[in-house]
């Protein structure tokens, strides 16, 4: 697998996909049977423009079990107070001469794409602005790959803040691609899917469902689909009409009676954090996998450090 | 010795604080001689909800000197500011799949109990509120052990913040464990210690006196005492009455005129950071040892370390 | 080389920045072939009371290039609320018992002096207040003689903030040191070099023009110097003259224009961050070094953390 940067969904086509995910499987050993020195001398640099402990943990603690170091930020804009931070381009051409593989975090869509046209090094986007989050995106795919035994033809309703989830965006991209996919978008009116993913799917042949209200049908869907896949649901978004909020905060959880409908070999994802929208109750059931995501993501990380910086098991 | 969790100082018992004693010892070799590969291959992640450099570059100095690997976080509810931090439970789940062992430092008492009920891994209580702080407690007994050549029958001075230090909360804890114990509280009048704690000691065994004024019988003491352990006495405290703490600021003192009286095989302690509680005339003084507790601190966190992680010299 | 401290471009003889120098070539090569054993076991300190990511990772990489460790804090003056921090120096002894190497950022001109008298372990000043950055000026340095083939002789044009700027001043005194020196300072009225930098030069034998007006003469400058060296101009230094900052951030620039009038075998600095003050299309033209200072920073943090901690290759 040739891999430059990792900074969108829509570059990984099916059959990079699937090295990925067997590379994947291989560094589940490394990970069960402790430290590799697979990228032993490597460095990798977190440049966290915002702060986020889990993401960049996840790719750290990557790169410690494969042998590699780490430097780290998390407010990668703090400069001399004297001094005005340079651009984004400077930053990370100057980061080139002290890592081997730069992670980064932005509060801005496109800043991975910028960063990766100066830079001396691979960039993984881990985040920027409300465009995307690939990483999370494969580390989902892989949940549902390994969980569910294939993707294609799997019935998935997304849930919450489809408008803004980066995660969701990206996994879209990445299901276009798979076969058969039947996808049910589940939001409160603010949070429907944007315009321009909901064309993207239909031009890809996902046949796609819209559920927009306050009273989302996810004990009808638990009887259909494969995969629930939960994300938190702003206050921010619904301004001042507080009560929506509250109702959408009630109703749009997965509980014990949507449990109670659920196939058998069906699953619960969600990005994590969570706040009320997976009960705690759900926790202990075998359908959530919410906390094995934790587990993939981190050999998905494994695998992306060592494809990127051209080394194999 | 049997180590899952460092939550509290009751878990400890003598037995099990003369083990992990013998193993500090020959921790103290492996810092002189420099790094040990013991700890290979296992990452501790530092999750600090209020930062503390002192506490957190002792533990991480301790992996590292192991041989181990370190995730850091001194700001651990920093999340992507579009989403809602999830819950402590949800975040020690999450990052035991990142690390192998987590030492925890948080606001609220009962968090690293709490954590310890879901963590996958092994969690360090690096204090909790004003709750507990039990490895700093446990590397006072060891400074107590190594400077005096034993606990049992010592006279300990525990001067000014009685009531809100956790580190003689915990060493409140370890000392009633002992023998011929003798302890003199030393405080302004609103810091006295707290009623559970006196009756704790006082059930097992310990004698002490009570001595609250805002003219403490410090000199007098030193004739008397093995132990001077004293503390940081916090302006808050005082509310308005500023004058008060101006008179405690100037009256809980070790100075050159306290150190005349003192035993000559007694020693002078301090969790560290220190104001003007203990003179910097004292440090040259072979007496003043809290300096070396940082040095036992590091000896006692790397044995907890090679502990509980299951690895031995 | 015998190098206890890093304190201050003074300490450095002309024999010792040769050695230094040799010693830096040799890193390049480890950097060129990936992680050397040389530091193993050995543990670096960041302390950095102010935020600089860009002098904190290059320290932490060549750390890490070098096979040592890495103990890290970008807000050196945190603990926990509760407690007072304590003095730079109790900090400083307390940290010597966990790493091997102190690199010490602080906002106090000095701090870096009073840090060392008390350190057990050799401290680096990586910049205190406006007083000294001497790794920046070693840096600087040793670009013009990797880039030029030798200092003595040089020609060299300090632009922007001569007042305010460490690395200015630290570079100062090291061109002292050096024979046939001729320097042009270039600055706003408001920032020009302060009068001690002056004499010192003065009476060091360095030969010097002072250019301190709205419109500097860069271009005609250009056709005579060998090093252009240019810095931020800091808004906060013009108070409520803004029309003047205007006028400066427009002309003190260099672009294609001066590009054009420079010699062939001259070179153009900045420490960075960079503003304005050098257009984006000078990086393309070879000419532009200030990337490559960054390289060559890493090796000289290199050089000097292996003469320090007193391992040669």
């Known amino acids: 697998m040739e891999l430059k940067h990792v900074l969108e969904a829509q570059q990984f086509d099916k059959k990079m996909l699937k090295e990925l995910f ?9 990970v069960q049977n402790g430290e590799s020195d697979l990228l032993r001398g490597k460095i990798l640099a977190s440049l966290f423009y915002v702060p986020s402990n889990r993401t960049r943990f ?14 780290s930020s998390d407010r990668a ?20 001469y002290y890592a081997d593989v730069i992670v980064l975090r932005h509060h801005q869509g496109g800043s991975a794409k910028r960063a990766s046209k100066v830079s001396r090094v691979p960039i993984i986007n881990a985040g920027d602005g409300t465009a995307q989050h690939p990483t999370q995106a494969l580390l989902d795919l892989y949940t549902i790959e390994r969980e569910l035994g294939g993707i294609d033809g799997v019935v998935i309703a997304l849930v919450g803040d489809l408008a803004n989830s980066r995660s969701i965006r990206s996994l879209g991209y990445f299901l276009a691609k798979y076969s058969g996919i039947k996808v049910h978008f589940v939001a409160p009116p603010p949070l429907g899917m944007r315009e321009d993913m909901v064309q993207y799917l239909s031009k890809n042949g996902v046949i796609f469902y819209e559920h927009y209200g306050l009273e989302p049908p996810l004990a009808d ?18 301004g001042d009409r507080l009560d929506d ?39 202990k059931d075998l359908r959530a996998v919410y906390f094995k995501q934790v587990h993939y993501g981190l050999c998905i990380r494994m695998a992306l450090l060592s494809a990127i910086l051209k080394k194999r098991t």
Do not use: W
């Open 221 to 238: 869907l638990a009887r259909k689909v494969d995969v629930f896949y939960v994300t938190q649901i702003p206050m921010e978004s619904f």
């Open 77 to 96: 804009d703090s400069f001399s107070s004297e001094l005005k931070a340079g651009s984004l381009e400077d930053t990370i051409i100057t980061m080139g």
């Open 245 to 283: 909020y509250e109702t959408s905060k009630r109703q749009f959880v997965i509980d014990r009676r949507v449990l109670k409908s659920m196939k058998k070999n069906s699953i619960i994802m969600h990005p994590l954090p969570r706040q009320s929208e997976v009960a705690p109750e759900v926790d």
């Open 58 to 71: 996840s790719f750290e603690s990557a790169m410690c079990r494969l042998g590699g170091r780490v430097l």
């Open 22 to 30: 067997t590379l994947a499987d291989r560094m589940e050993e490394i």
